[in-house]
């Protein structure tokens, strides 16, 4: 039984992370939160069902708009913050932080004034962790139940 969830998980991965779909998500996130920027000022968060899909997903918000690329942690307006190790990966290698890097970017994330504005996400963040500008999230992810709740919650 496991194995079948499994094998339906990867499935339904495979069409939510086809190329296509990332690009035509990457282009609504960007034109949806400019305008949500000019409204109000505030930041987003981007839940992704997967490791990979966040990593693609960044790549095509930052062909859109490389101006928010940054490759330190104390700069740029979108980060992808997730847990990872050497066996990764090598394009996902940038992404990967301690804890103590982690720190650094969820307190730049927590600072209204920070220009640190959208980070996407699997599962990091989304039970404990408060940012009172965040104001917008977009969900990308099957969910249901108590983790759906707890993840509506932060906005």
Same mark, same amino acid.
């Given at each position: ?31 949806? &939160? ?11 968060? +981007? ?14 918000? +930052? ?10 942690? !104390?700069? *740029? ?7 990872? *190790? ?22 730049? &994330? ?5 220009? &640190?504005?959208?980070? +996407? ?5 989304? !039970?404990? &962790? ?16 108590? *983790? ?8």
């Amino acid at each position: 039984h496991k194995e079948k969830l499994k094998s339906k998980w990867a499935a339904l991965e495979a069409v939510v992370g086809s190329e296509k779909r990332i690009h035509l998500i990457a282009q609504d996130i960007v034109d949806h &939160f400019e305008k949500r920027q000019e409204a109000m000022d505030g930041k987003g968060m +981007i839940v992704c069902m997967s490791r990979r899909i966040c990593v693609d997903l960044y790549k095509a918000l +930052i062909a859109l708009r490389p101006q928010w690329e940054d490759k330190d942690d !104390t700069r *740029g307006t979108l980060k992808v913050v997730m847990t990872g *190790g050497p066996v990764d990966p090598l394009d996902w290698q940038d992404h990967i932080r301690n804890k103590v890097r982690r720190e650094v970017l969820a307190n730049r &994330f927590r600072d209204p004034n920070d220009p &640190f504005k959208l980070v +996407i996400v699997r599962d990091m963040w989304l !039970t404990g &962790f408060d940012a009172p500008s965040l104001h917008t999230m977009y969900l990308d992810k099957p969910m249901r139940g108590h *983790g759906l709740m707890q993840t509506i919650a932060r906005v």
